[in-house]
């Protein structure tokens, strides 16, 4: 069992940046593929990004490509996604998951075991 707290979230102007942090329990941390989602009002859980176990293998979507970065610290059991260059369109509720890396790569949000509560990241224009 995994649980998954999110931080970070906020209201940001256009052009600013916000890092997310989410914070897992448990001793095997790394044996974990994570993710980071969002879902806007009235719009489906999208995917954004994704790192597997060890941090050496990172995806994200084409409209956060060269404006967000996932990264992890397995001492401290936790994966951020800095946001840089925030635009009114990346409003959402973003939330972490997590499922045992297995060497795949996985996209959709029901491949995921484990979910945080979300963080509201609000983008003024």
């Known amino acids: 069992q995994v649980q998954l707290v999110e931080s970070g979230g906020g209201l940001v102007q256009a052009g600013g940046s916000l890092r997310l942090s989410c914070a897992a329990s448990g001793r095997t941390f790394s044996s974990y593929f994570m993710g980071w989602f969002r879902q806007a009002p009235g719009k489906e859980r999208e995917f954004v990004a994704a790192i597997s176990g060890s941090g050496s293998s990172t995806y994200s979507v084409d409209s956060v490509k060269g404006r967000f970065t996932i990264s992890r610290d397995n001492a401290k059991n936790t994966v951020y996604l800095q946001m840089n260059s925030l635009k009114p369109e990346d409003t959402a509720v973003y939330y972490c998951?997590?499922?045992?890396?297995?060497?795949?790569?996985?996209?959709?949000?029901?491949?995921?075991?484990?979910w945080g509560q979300g963080t509201q990241v609000t983008v003024s224009s």
């Open positions: 998951a997590a499922r045992r890396d297995d060497g795949s790569v996985y996209y959709g949000y029901r491949s995921y075991d484990y």
